[in-house]
C-alpha cells in the first residue's frame, strides 16, 4: 500500500531530481521501472516494445526536464506510461476494437482520485481483486506490488517463467485500466 513513508521517498526523490542529482534518477529508475513495463504490456501486449516506452519515458523526462511541474511522482509515471503505451498499441493496430482502445486513451487518471471517492474506490479494487484465482492474486502482488522478477518468482512457486507471465496477463486483463491504477494508487 501506499504509506506516507513511499510518498516522502518519492518528493525527496522529485526534490533531488529538480536540483539535477541523477542518483535520484538512477533510484526512480529501479523502483519504478519493472511495474510500469508490466502495466505497458497489458495495452501493446509486447515486452520489448513496453521496455522501450518506459525507457523513452525516463530518458524524456532527464533530458527536457519535465520533472519540474510534477507534483506526484508515481501517478505521472502511470498515466505517462498509460497514454504513451495506448498510443502505441493504436498506431501497431493491436485491438479489433478502436472503441475500446480510444475509450483507455489519455484519461486523466488524477482527476478521479478525489479524496471523497477513496474509500469507494478501495471498496471496488478489493472487489475486483476477490475475482483473480488465488495464484493470480499472488503472482499479480509478487510481481508489481512488491517489485520482483518472474524468475525469482517462478522459482519460490515451482513452476515456469511462463505459467507466472500467463497468470500475470490472466489477473491484467481482469483488472485493466481503472483498476490497474487503483491498485498502483493503493500499493
Known amino acids: 500500500m501506499i504509506t506516507s513513508s513511499n510518498t516522502d521517498r518519492d518528493r525527496q526523490l522529485l ?3 529538480k536540483q539535477g542529482d541523477e ?3 538512477k533510484e ?22 513496453s521496455e522501450d516506452i518506459v525507457q523513452d519515458l525516463f530518458i524524456r523526462i532527464w533530458e527536457k526536464r519535465l520533472f519540474d511541474n510534477i507534483t506526484n511522482l508515481r501517478m505521472y509515471l502511470f498515466i505517462s506510461v498509460h497514454n504513451m503505451s495506448v498510443a502505441a498499441a493504436k498506431h501497431h493496430n493491436n485491438y479489433e476494437d478502436i472503441e475500446e482502445l480510444e475509450s483507455m486513451s489519455y484519461q486523466s487518471w488524477e482527476d478521479g482520485f478525489k479524496e471523497d471517492d477513496i474509500a469507494e474506490k478501495r471498496l471496488r479494487l478489493q472487489e475486483s481483486l476477490k475475482k483473480l484465482s488465488p495464484k493470480e492474486y499472488d503472482v499479480l502482488i509478487r510481481i508489481i506490488i512488491n ?14 517463467v511462463n ?21 498502483i494508487y493503493f500499493f
Open 15 to 17: 526534490d533531488r531530481l
Open 23 to 25: 542518483n535520484a534518477l
Open 28 to 49: 526512480i529508475v529501479d523502483l519504478y521501472y519493472t511495474p510500469l513495463c508490466v502495466y505497458s504490456v497489458q495495452f501493446t501486449e509486447c515486452e520489448q516494445e
Open 147 to 160: 517489485d520482483r522478477k518472474y524468475k525469482e518468482v517462478a522459482e519460490e512457486m515451482g513452476v515456469s
Open 163 to 183: 505459467t507466472i507471465k500467463m497468470h500475470l496477463k490472466r489477473a491484467m486483463k481482469k483488472l485493466r485500466n481503472e483498476e490497474m491504477m487503483l491498485l
